[in-house]
Each structure stands twice: as C-alpha cells, then as structure tokens.
C-alpha cells in the first residue's frame, strides 16, 4: 500500500487509552484511530498540545502517517489556517439524537422497516423514495463503478477511492449522496457508526481488497429508503426498509442492520462493538464536537477523494 502522509487541521474528538495503554487519538475529521509516533511521544508538546485542543474545542494541525496510524507532528495552526477551517466546516443545524444500541439484540425483521421501527425525524425532509429493490442496486452499481481501482474514464469525476476504506468513508459517503439527489433525485440519508465506549473499535474485514482486517472509531455511509413488495403480500402491500449503499464493504444494497453487523467482526478486534448510531440529513460531512459538520460546496469531499484515489487497504 502507498504510504498515506497528510498535514492537515483536524479537532480532537476524544483522547482514550486503548489496548496495552496506549494513549489513542480521535479525530472527527478521521475515521482511522491514531497513536503519537515515538518521535511525537517523546515530545511532550505534542501530547499536551493535543490535550489542549480537545479542552478548548479548536482545531489543531497535524502531520499524520495513515498507513502506520500515527500522528508524526503537533502544532499550532495560523490563524489563516483557523478562518480557512471555519469557513469549510460549516455546522449542521439541528442534528438529530445519536442512539445506543446493542446489535446482537437487534430484531431484523422489525429494525429495518421506516414505518415501524426506524421513524426518524430527518425522514419528513424528503418524501421521493427508492421505489423498488433493482432501483437501488442499479444506484449501487453506478457507485461502485466509479472506484478509484477500476479503469476510467469515469462518468463523473473525480473518482471515489473504495479501495482505500481505512479512511475517507465521509468523502465518499458525501460524493454518492450527491450523485443520488442529482443524477437520481432520490432521498439520500447519512447513516453513522460509532466505537466510543471503553476501547471499543469498529472492525471489518476487507474481504473485497485483500482481506486484511480494518478498524474505526466512526463510519458513515449513505442510507436509502426503499419500497420493497414482498413475496406472499397483497400486490398492494409494500412496506419501507433502509438500505446502505457502501461498495467499500458489500457488492449490493445492504439493509441497515446487516451494515451494522458487519463492523462487530471480534475475529479482526476483540472488542469489536457498536456502541451508538445515528441517521442525519444527508448534508451530514463528519461528526463535529457532538453535532456534525457540512460540506455544502464539495470542497472537502472533493480533494479528500483526489487525496485517496491512488492509496489502497491491505
């Protein structure tokens, strides 16, 4: 894998001791967890500096070493750097609740259905559902086709680095929300994941790019609502299920409890739990101090994609 070296400004979500004491890093504009270099630890600035950044809820700049999951160097941003941060990470209004749950207990054929079970209220912002099952997969497929790994020319730039799912789920999750309110104009929703108990981590296995196991601290990936006519029903009778649309961890739709599932895999990480979820507007971009950020112009999105598009997982 090529090497994933970044300098950016990032806020500091949580500092948490992880497996054999070591002191871990979140970062809200990260999935990818991360622990002080041997240089950076032995620097005491670096970890105070971080420490003071996360008290003071401001950004601080970073140099980051995404294959090793390391912070290199810590330091303090210019105030240009800190206007420019402002400007592009524009906070969303009204977020909705983050919900506990516990997906070994999670009833599957209620959990899914919006009707019965998942009745959000970010659902009233947009009616024009997925309206059958083959709608959604060809949504899916068009996505997965635009993979940074499959020759181009693509039918809408940049690329989307699916091969690279240590990180940039957000980059991603936003460039296929935008390619399903306009191509399509279909509803598109965020669904977010999160590890934030203890040492808990999300954990998969990249079965599609090597086989190599992966971990988080957060996911997201956008969610569809879809009428489904199910077999033995009244032709009449459909009823609305989520669906996630992720071709970085599955070949086809997925319904939202089967996503959640699969980031438990205890055979890549011992603690392997999602502790909490959450479905936003699709305008969601990244968590942001218990709200979340926006990227309404595709800035981010776009140079984050850019960044990613030659950098593989395993």
């Not at 032995?42 to 970890?47: G, H, K, L």
């Amino acid at each position: 894998m090529a090497t994933a070296r970044e300098t950016d400004l990032v806020t500091v979500a949580a500092v948490r001791t992880g497996d054999r004491k070591t002191v871990e890093y979140l970062f809200n504009e990260r999935q990818r967890i991360y622990v002080l270099a041997d240089r950076a630890a032995a620097d005491d600035q670096s970890a105070r500096r971080l420490k003071a950044a996360l008290a003071k809820k401001r950004p601080i700049k970073v140099a980051l070493n995404a294959k090793r999951g390391t912070i290199e160097r810590v330091s303090e941003p210019t105030g240009r750097e800190l206007d420019a941060f402002t400007r592009l990470h524009v906070p969303l209004e009204k977020p909705e609740k983050i919900i506990r749950v516990q997906v070994a207990k999670i009833d599957p054929t209620t959990f899914n259905f919006v009707d019965l079970y998942l009745k959000s209220p970010t659902f009233r912002l947009c009616t024009k559902i997925v309206p059958r099952y083959a709608k959604a997969k060809e949504i899916f497929d068009f996505c997965a086709q635009l993979s940074c790994n499959v020759p181009g020319p693509y039918a809408v730039a940049p690329c989307i680095p699916f091969q690279y799912v240590i990180d940039g789920c957000y980059a991603r999750a936003h460039q296929m929300r935008r390619i399903i309110t306009t191509r399509y104009r279909y509803c598109c929703e965020k669904v977010f994941s999160f590890a934030t108990a203890n040492n808990d981590r999300l954990a998969v296995k990249a079965d599609k790019w090597g086989g190599c196991c992966v971990t988080w601290w957060y996911h997201v990936a956008p969610l569809i609502r879809v009428r489904m006519h199910l077999k033995g029903f009244p032709k009449k009778k459909s009823l609305v299920v989520a669906m996630v649309i992720d071709p970085g961890m599955f070949d086809k739709p997925v319904l939202l409890s089967t996503w959640l599932s699969a980031q438990e895999n205890t055979a890549c990480y011992a603690n392997a739990r999602v502790t909490s979820y959450s479905i936003q507007p699709g305008s969601a971009y990244t968590p942001s101090g218990g709200g979340f950020s926006t990227d309404p112009n595709y800035t981010a999105t776009e140079a984050t994609l850019i960044a990613y598009k030659n950098l593989t997982t395993c």
